[in-house]
């Protein structure tokens, strides 16, 4: 539904922070599944852990935050260039259930909760293969930027 152009418009995050390669399903106001692809040339490797490689959980979190800072633009119908930013407020009931590897296409959904005063509120799941390896209650608030 949206390629990585088109997610470019919507988060500010480049390269190598942008962790969403597409976006598959999108109901405004509702949820969001995207994905990213875990590739084994990704420099974050060569540290965690170099003989045995595993995608660090708070990027899988990070990975989430961006998906809901999506689905939260989309539903606004605003951008980064109007002036808006969507900053990662908080995580709740945070669990980890298996490990992201090289490899893997780590799947992630998003369900809209609540917004209260510019703090949105979603459930997440990250996947791979259909297995959970991740699962948190994500609080992004969005705001102006500051020049």
Known sequence: MMNINEIKQYLPHRYPFLLIDRVVDLKLGESVVAYKNITTNEAIFE???????VFPGVLILEAMAQACG?????TMDKT????????????DRVR???QVVPGDQMY??????SEKRGIWKFDCVAKVE?????SATIMCADRPVSE
Do not use: R, W
Request: hydrophobic residues 40%.
């Open 47 to 53: 540290g965690h852990f170099p003989n045995n490689p």
């Open 130 to 134: 259909g297995k959970l390896a991740a």
């Open 70 to 74: 999506v689905l939260g633009f989309k």
């Open 96 to 98: 980890f259930k298996q």
């Open 108 to 113: 992630i959904e998003a369900t809209f909760v």
């Open 80 to 91: 980064p260039e109007d002036g808006s930013i969507y900053l990662y407020a908080g995580a």
